[in-house]
């Protein structure tokens, strides 16, 4: 397999149903735990969705951090004889985030206070986590024709014909 359809196969594309289902399921976990916001971020860094209270740091900044968090953790797990940690923790004085693996390429991480305690997250979180990856390995999973039965059977005359017009 050449290097461009491994990352083909690998990228998820999301319609706007997946984003909903997925924050249908952060909006219950949130509930349930009483944490003050959760994001779905790709290994990569980059943010699939967010739920909860608004943050005023750049949504795009903390999620490459937080994927750059897990990948060097990722080695200081190898370097200990593990494949890899799938939960992290950071307590602040006011804040405190968990990190959990969900799948095989998706993080999931949780803003709490003292609202609420690392245990009830954590119960939560793994519930949570269960289910979002059963949505994530129906997006994957899904076939290749459902991508395509998202556009009308005109689009492509259409958009020829509006790219004739601007020339």
């Known amino acids: 397999m050449t290097r461009d359809a491994k990352l083909r196969d690998d990228r998820l594309v999301f319609y706007a149903n997946d984003v909903e289902r997925l924050e249908g399921e952060l909006d219950g976990f949130l509930e349930l735990s009483s944490a003050r916001c959760a994001f779905l ?20 900044s903390v999620a490459a951090l937080i994927a750059g968090s897990f990948a060097a953790t990722r080695e200081m797990a190898r370097q ?9 923790f950071h307590q602040g004085a006011r804040d405190s985030i968990q990190l959990q693996l969900v799948g095989d390429r998706t993080l999931l991480a949780i803003v709490f206070d003292q609202r609420t305690n690392l245990g009830l997250v954590r119960f939560y979180a793994k519930e949570a986590a269960r289910r979002l990856e059963g949505v994530f390995g129906e997006i994957a999973t899904r076939p290749a024709s459902a991508a395509s039965d998202a556009l ?16």
């Open 41 to 60: 971020i790709d290994r990569d860094g980059h943010l699939v969705t967010r739920r909860g209270e608004p943050m005023t740091q750049s949504l795009e």
């Open 80 to 88: 200990l004889g593990e494949n890899e940690f799938t939960i992290l």
């Open 152 to 167: 009308s059977d005109k689009f492509s005359a259409d958009a020829t014909a509006a790219l004739d017009k601007l020339f």
